[in-house]
Nanobody, 116 residues
Framework: QVQLVESGGGLVQAGGSLGLTCAASGSIFSTNVMGWCRQAPGNKRELVASITRGGTTNYSDSVKGRFTISRDNAKNMVYLQMNNLKPEDTAVYYC??????????WGQGTQVTVSS
């Protein structure tokens, strides 16, 4: 079992920056892959970015060049630095993890709101 707790959401103006943090506790194997997904009202949950324990990253096209995912394996934490935020980035952001892919475990979510 893994518990994931996000922090760092909030309200920011377009063009601004926010950083999200996710702290994981429990099985270390279930955090081999960690990442962030988001869900806006009326939309499906979508991948934002993921990172393996070895540091291989994957980003959705909509955030490439603006968001950076990183992790601290010693602390079992994953971070998402979001720059040049746009109103369409407004969503609930969820931390997620798994043994071979994200999606096995989920945090409770944190709201990110970008005003125009």
């Amino acid at each position: 079992q893994v518990q994931l707790v996000e922090s760092g959401g909030g309200l920011v103006q377009a063009g601004g920056s926010l950083g999200l943090t996710c702290a994981a506790s429990g099985s270390i194997f279930s955090t081999n892959v960690m990442g962030w997904c988001r869900q806006a009202p009326g939309n499906k949950r979508e991948l934002v970015a993921s990172i393996t324990r070895g540091g291989t990253t994957n980003y959705s096209d909509s955030v490439k060049g603006r968001f950076t995912i990183s992790r601290d394996n010693a602390k079992n934490m994953v971070y998402l630095q979001m720059n040049n935020l746009k109103p369409e980035d407004t969503a609930v952001y969820y931390c997620t993890s798994g043994l071979t892919a994200i999606g096995e475990y989920w945090g409770q979510g944190t709201q990110v709101t970008v005003s125009s």
